[in-house]
């Protein structure tokens, strides 16, 4: 029943930076991987990052070194760090909770926001 709410979002030149946040309107301290994922036109919705509950984080590849997410649980919000940002970072980026599947895999389920809109331009 938490209702997740990503802002940031805009239009930034490559090589520029942005801020993303997801405002709980729930407690999320007892969900333990909260994640960002991003979802391009015509692709799949993708996990870029997440963070567990005792602070640990993990990136794709594609993000790694220019990323870098964290969380406030006192305050129910998520955020996503973005640096050194490229065109192919353009899509929706969404946040959620994270679950680990058989095999180690990750997913998520449930209801998604609006997401925010980043777009880097040329």
């Known amino acids: 029943q938490v209702r997740l709410v990503e802002s940031g979002g805009g239009l930034v030149q490559a090589g520029g930076s942005l801020r993303l946040s997801c405002a709980a309107s729930?407690?999320?301290?007892?969900?333990?991987?909260m994640g960002w994922y991003r979802q391009a036109p015509g692709k799949q919705r993708e996990l870029v990052a997440h963070?567990?509950?005792?602070?640990?984080?993990n990136y794709a590849d594609s993000v790694k070194g220019r990323f870098t997410i964290s969380r406030d649980n006192a305050k129910n919000t998520v955020y996503l760090q973005m640096n050194r940002l490229k065109p192919e970072d353009t899509a929706v980026y969404y946040c959620n909770e994270v679950r680990r599947g058989p095999g180690g895999s990750y997913y998520s389920f449930g209801s998604w926001g609006q997401g925010t809109q980043v777009t880097v331009s040329s």
């Open positions: 729930g407690s999320i301290f007892s969900i333990n991987r």
């Open positions: 963070i567990t509950s005792g602070g640990s984080t």
